[in-house]
């Protein structure tokens, strides 16, 4: 059986594409009327107007999970680790726990796979990521992802387990460099929408796509990454997708912070929850990262959208590229 842990749009669409393909699979959410609405009506709210599978089983009680053999845990990066330590009791040892969120955890900088390990010590620890977005899984439109694992032993046997003919999971055993793109690629996909919402043009979106890529490129190998991670899928791939649409959550976010000239409360869009923590740890690396820098002030409102701009306009001309 599959158990997914998380009942939001992206949970939904990874428990329909397992049931699609056959899978045993139950879906676990926090609302009852989640619950329910999976099980009575074959509707989630998250993903309106796409029927769900008939075999998709939705439960409210973690202890549910415990009978599956991999989890994919799709909570968001800074509620996960209370989750997986109220779950681990449940499972059995050595169940796989793929990873499914993208941040930074803000109190101890921790990459997804680090608090996993911590929160439920002897499973082993995958992470699923790269561009898609939810609909489109859910409604079987093609998708490639990366699946990172420690082994690529791990990574390929969830590979073989997870796709079909319209979802590709790509394997590699780089797990820092896939975890660090879907961090960082939300946070630049924030100033994008601001950007955009501003009317400075596509040139400058362009730009602050590639000069954010280098950015994150940087980050990841200072930590053990692989360029060749941040140049795929879980990297340059999410990052353009994710800078692109309204459908994202964080490039619509900034949008609004564009359009309105001022910070808000940003809700769980973990673009902003992790904006803080990537720039930490660009800090204790040694990496400049001036663009997640600027989203991280306007977010928690020690800077203006206006006054981050012109800031980043004045930036010193580098002597090369």
């Known amino acids: ?3 997914v842990l998380g ?3 992206w949970g939904v669409a990874l428990a329909q594409l397992c049931a699609a393909r056959g899978l045993d699979t139950m879906i676990w959410a926090r609302s009852e009327a989640a619950v329910e609405s999976i099980n009575r009506t074959r509707r989630s709210g998250y993903l309106p107007g796409i029927d769900l599978h008939p075999a998709l089983v939705a439960t409210g009680d973690l202890a549910a999970l415990g009978h599956a053999d991999t989890i994919l845990a799709v909570v968001p990066a800074q509620a996960a680790r209370g989750v997986l330590e109220r779950l681990a009791p449940h499972l059995a040892p050595g169940i796989p726990l793929v990873l499914c969120q993208k941040g930074v955890e ?3 900088l921790a990459l997804p796979h680090r608090v996993a390990r ?3 010590s002897g499973h082993p620890v995958a992470v699923l990521t790269g561009p898609s977005f939810a609909a489109d899984v859910a409604t079987g439109l093609p998708t490639a992802v990366t699946i990172a694992a420690e082994t690529m032993a791990l990574a390929t046997a969830l590979r073989d387990t997870l796709a079909t003919p319209g979802f590709r999971p790509y394997p590699t055993d780089d797990l820092i460099g896939a975890q660090v793109g879907g961090a960082v690629k939300n946070v630049l996909a924030i100033a994008c929408g601001i950007v955009v919402a501003r009317g400075m043009g596509e040139s400058a979106r362009a730009a602050l796509v590639a000069r954010g890529f280098a950015e994150m490129s940087r980050l990841a190998q200072a930590m053990g990454g692989q360029a060749a991670t941040a140049a795929g899928l879980s990297g340059l791939g999410d990052l353009v997708l994710t800078c692109a649409s309204p459908q994202s959550r964080n490039f619509s976010l ?6 309105r000239g001022e910070s808000e409360r940003a809700g ?3 673009g902003a929850a992790s904006a803080a923590g990537a720039v ?3 800090r204790r690396h040694g990496v400049d990262m001036p663009i997640s820098g600027t989203v991280a002030a306007i977010v928690a409102g020690t800077l203006s959208v206006e006054d981050a701009v012109e800031a980043l306009l004045q930036r010193p001309l580098p002597d090369r590229e």
């Open 1 to 3: 059986m599959i158990g």
């Open 7 to 9: 009942g939001g749009s």
């Open 106 to 108: 803000r109190d101890t």
């Open 118 to 120: 911590e929160a439920a």
């Open 254 to 259: 900034g949008l609004r912070l564009g359009a």
């Open 268 to 270: 769980t869009v973990e």
């Open 280 to 282: 930490a740890l660009g």
